[in-house]
């Protein structure tokens, strides 16, 4: 049995998106051309065991002014959502992905608003996982704008760069209907975790972001087929937001409970 037209998760995407309360301030932002391709270098190779990234994530409120290096954001997207190389399954072909993806079709895409990055001119990018590299171009960001846009949640709009995770709905609810929303929410959920433990590896911190104004968010990007999904603040964490809560919680015996 097929799955049934969809219909029902692109109502509850509707449904549950943020309408803009207010018209946020557009001032200084206008879409950026795209079609320069910046081509990332080699991602670096970590060292951090696996146990101190899960315990370094914790959510960041107070970024340092001090720019991303290019290298780190490139480990950084490559872990995320990265090509892995051609995989054969069954006769079927697709570019294997450091996530799992419903059917193989990896729907998403990661943009970029780069704030503060060494060797990046502030603008708008699409990551090209095909190429490692990053498309788009310069363009003025208003720090007030990029926060009214995530909700009046300024120390967003500090970090290094916005990254903004998006998805084409049609391709995977045309496979498997309104369930196929579930998937591509998981699969979402999957890259910004890649992200948060790499940025933990590499000494960055991260704020997750659930909140912003759909429409506004969509326009900004420029997206015509896709929705945004999640969005991730990346940058050097401010010595003022509490190293501490990053250390690795006491564990207490069952005897002693």
């Known amino acids: 049995m097929s799955p049934r037209q969809p219909s029902l998760a692109r109502w509850f995407h509707a449904a549950t998106s943020y309408p803009p309360a207010r018209d946020p301030r557009r001032v200084g932002l206008r879409h950026a051309a795209a079609g320069t391709v910046l081509a990332l270098p080699r991602p670096r190779l970590l060292a951090c065991?696996?146990?101190?990234?899960?315990a370094g994530r914790a959510s960041?409120?107070?970024?340092?002014?001090?720019?991303?290096?290019?290298?780190?954001?490139?480990?950084?997207l490559s872990a995320a959502y990265g090509c892995r190389g051609q995989v054969s399954v069954g006769g079927f072909?697709?570019?294997?992905?450091?996530v799992p993806s419903a059917?193989?079709?990896?729907?998403?895409d990661i943009h970029v608003i780069a704030l503060s990055v060494t060797g990046v001119a502030p603008g708008i990018y699409r990551y090209l996982p095909a190429r490692h590299a990053l498309e788009g171009g310069p363009a003025p960001l208003s720090r007030d704008f990029l926060s009214d846009l995530f909700l009046g949640q300024h120390h967003a709009a500090a970090?290094?760069?916005?990254?903004v995770v998006t998805a084409r709905l049609d391709a995977t609810l045309a496979r498997y209907g309104d369930r196929g929303y579930r998937y591509v929410l998981l699969e979402a959920g999957h890259v910004v975790q890649n992200l948060d433990l790499v940025a933990s590896a590499l000494g960055l911190a991260c704020l997750d972001l659930g909140?912003?104004?759909d429409r506004m968010l969509d326009e900004t990007l420029r997206l015509t087929h896709e929705v945004s999904l999640y969005g991730?603040?990346?940058?050097?964490p401010s010595t003022e937001d509490g190293g501490d809560v990053r250390a690795m919680p006491r564990v207490v015996p069952a005897e002693d409970l």
């Open 211 to 213: 909140g912003f104004l």
């Open 93 to 98: 072909g697709f570019q294997a992905r450091p």
């Open 103 to 108: 059917g193989a079709i990896y729907p998403l």
């Open 232 to 236: 991730a603040a990346v940058g050097h």
């Open 49 to 54: 065991p696996l146990e101190e990234a899960i």
């Open 159 to 163: 970090a290094g760069v916005l990254a």
């Open 60 to 76: 960041c409120r107070r970024f340092a002014a001090e720019p991303l290096v290019l290298a780190d954001l490139s480990t950084l």
